[in-house]
């Protein structure tokens, strides 16, 4: 299979920054390469800000005592 330059084929990319103060940077370079046709960012939630908002909305689950809550987790 021959692949060319003018192949239509889209594609998608995905970055992942470790610090979302690149985030513009990275963006404005983006910009600069011919054929990316939209850049966008958004912010990943940590696992502790989901956790949080898990445990906000009553998504929780309770035991009796911790014997219950370890027969639970080796089930």
């Known amino acids: 299979m021959e692949t060319t ?3 239509s084929t889209a ?3 995905t970055i992942n920054l470790t610090d979302i103060a690149l985030a513009n940077d990275v963006k404005r ?3 600069h390469i011919s054929g990316i ?4 960012v958004r912010r990943i ?3 502790v800000e989901l ?3 898990e445990a906000r909305s009553g998504q929780t689950t309770s ?4 014997d ?3 027969n639970t987790i080796q089930q």
Do not use: C, G, H, P
């Open 51 to 53: 956790s949080l908002e």
């Open 5 to 7: 330059a003018n192949n």
């Open 45 to 47: 939630k940590s696992e």
């Open 63 to 66: 035991w009796n005592s911790v």
């Open 37 to 40: 046709e939209s850049i966008t």
């Open 11 to 13: 594609a998608q990319m």
């Open 29 to 31: 370079l983006l910009r």
């Open 68 to 70: 219950d809550y370890f």
